[in-house]
């Protein structure tokens, strides 16, 4: 099961993730989780505490790593470096690993573009294609609100792309953008999740104005999530209700995906 999750800021997507993640390692798979958003929180929201998340290097700022595996300097635009660089050693190597989670954070790359030609984003593309295409583990990508780390062939092998929304136009039109763009790059399924939702009327909301994509399942506005959030816990150690929302979506997704 290959899972990519994307969604504006702040709707809830590094949350779905962490839960979907804890959710599959509990059935004893062996699960990778991909911090593939800048802005890297899934690590606390896995659970890892704060003092051990600092200690977690983004792989986009391990500029000897790179150039050793690409033949080119970090931050080198153009010129001649390795296109199929070895990463399958990686989340062994470096992972960081809690109750059958490994967990990886790719970080930003330094060049301005994120679709750049230059060393640190091929490597990161070509690590998220190795996780996607070649891995046999449950791969859960929690990505920024776009799909720049997809390449085609990335993208392909994606078992379903989830996008996760809120009640409000911004996260509906994100979606809409989202959608488009996986359905170009030949992503087969995408799902929405519902989230922050406080009635029924914020979840008519959600199914009145998704286009093409298949509501999964929702997740109610919860307390307990945000209080988790503070204290630097896993919801999923803290909301036994989200818990049994994200499993009947993730046993959804199981079924509609055969």
Known sequence: MKIAITGKGGVGKTTL???LSHLFAAEGRRVIAVDADPDANLASA???PKTEAEKIRPIAEMDKLIEERTGAKVGSMGGMFKLNPKVDDL???IGYRM???TLLIMGKSKAAASGCYCPENVFLRRL???LVVERSEVVIVDMEAGIEHLTRGTAESVDAFIVVV???QRSIQTAKTVSEMATELGVR???VVANKVRNTDDLDFIQDNIINMELVGSIKFNDDIMSADMKGSSPYNCSPGAVSEVRDIKEKIED???
């Open 17 to 19: 993730a962490s839960f």
């Open 46 to 48: 896995l659970g890892i």
């Open 91 to 93: 989340p062994e190597g």
């Open 99 to 101: 109750n059958g989670i």
């Open 128 to 130: 998220l294609r190795h």
């Open 166 to 168: 809120e009640p409000g």
């Open 189 to 191: 399924k995408v799902f």
């Open 256 to 258: 509609l995906l055969g």
